[in-house]
């Protein structure tokens, strides 16, 4: 049932993302809005953490419709704490299904394949990948917090 509910979740957020439009971020876009770079490719985001030797941070996201999303970008994303932090220790991908923003097929398609391949059931989730491309750990839902909070549960996850 699990199942059929997330297929008709993703389903429906990829139709809704569609009738919007296609239109990529361009990267002044990425850095005026994160202040540091959060990738949107997959194979690219792998590539790059198995050659800097570093776990992969992947966000499931609504960026523009769930409300625990957009609260723990502004609490903890977008924090000096976070993203010195990010910056040092992980490569960063954002794997959103928007339903207000436009977002090119083969981008809303990588993501639906992302989230059935990691069995994401809900919004916001963090997969947290070694740089071999190996589970370290999931977590799903945010209830506010601070960024040393969130960076201590990465260390955690991280350092095993």
């Given at each position: 049932m699990k199942?059929?509910?997330?297929?008709?979740?993703?389903?429906?957020?990829?139709a809704a993302t569609l009738a919007v439009g296609c239109h990529p971020k361009t990267n002044a876009e990425k850095a005026?809005?994160?202040?540091?770079?959060?990738?949107?490719?997959?194979?690219?985001?792998q590539q790059e953490a198995n050659a800097?030797?570093?776990?992969?941070?992947?966000?499931?996201?609504?960026?523009?419709?769930?409300?625990?999303?957009i609260l723990m970008k502004k609490e903890v994303f977008t924090s000096p704490e976070f993203q010195s932090?990010?910056?040092?220790?992980?490569?960063?991908?954002?794997?959103?299904?928007?339903?207000g923003k436009e977002q090119p097929r083969e981008l809303a398609a990588?993501?639906?394949?992302?989230?059935?391949?990691f069995a994401v059931e809900g919004f916001p989730c963090i997969v947290l990948?070694?740089?071999?491309?190996?589970?370290?750990?999931?977590r799903v839902g945010?209830?506010?917090?601070?960024?040393?909070?969130f960076i201590a549960w990465l260390e955690k996850m991280r350092k095993g």
């Open positions: 199942e059929i509910n997330l297929r008709l979740l993703l389903a429906a957020t990829i005026t809005a994160d202040k540091f770079e959060w990738l949107t490719d997959y194979k690219q985001a800097q030797n570093k776990p992969l941070l992947i966000e499931f996201t609504g960026s523009d419709w769930c409300p625990p999303c932090y990010a910056a040092k220790n992980f490569i960063l991908l954002e794997v959103d299904f928007p339903r990588q993501n639906m394949e992302l989230a059935q391949k990948l070694g740089s071999d491309g190996s589970k370290l750990a999931e945010y209830n506010s917090g601070s960024p040393v909070v």
